[in-house]
């Protein structure tokens, strides 16, 4: 059912510092920042030949990532995210294999201005998983 990995997603303290290290010292492709008020995030996206890196960094009061950037002041690694063809079918599939989506399980617009949905860390190893419809 999941395609190809679209994104690692990485919360970072510092936007700039993380941004500069990936174009500069690792020799990246990085794009401006954007800030996603629905999202109370600003996103940078690393782009490698096979796939992403978006860089994460709390916007507003209200952030999702706020508890994340407390308890991993260094930041650290935060979702994967995998494409899917049809993010609907993907979602009745795993409710029906009993694994959870978080929040309404209603597909949200995510960062590329497509349809995303959360999966629960605790059904996938540990890690939280993004599924985007391509
Ligand atoms: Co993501």
Not at 63 to 71: D, M, Q, R, V, Y
Request: glycine share 8%; hydrophobic share 40%; charged share 25%.
């Amino acid at each position: 059912m999941i395609g190809k990995l679209n994104h690692v997603a990485i919360v970072v303290p510092d936007l700039d510092a993380a941004t500069l290290s990936y174009k500069e010292t690792l020799g990246a492709k990085v794009t401006p920042p954007a800030d996603l008020p629905e999202h109370g995030v600003t996103t940078v996206f690393i782009e490698l030949p096979n796939t992403k890196i978006e860089l994460l960094h709390p916007l507003g009061t209200n952030s999702p990532i706020a508890k994340f950037l407390e308890k991993h002041p260094d930041g650290g690694m935060h979702h994967l995210c995998y494409e899917v063809e049809d993010i609907v079918a993907a979602r009745d599939k795993l409710l029906a294999e009993g694994a959870r989506v978080l929040g309404d399980g209603e597909p949200k617009i995510g960062a590329h201005g497509k349809p995303v949905l959360f999966l629960h860390p605790k059904d996938f190893c540990g890690t939280l998983v993004e599924l985007e419809q391509t």
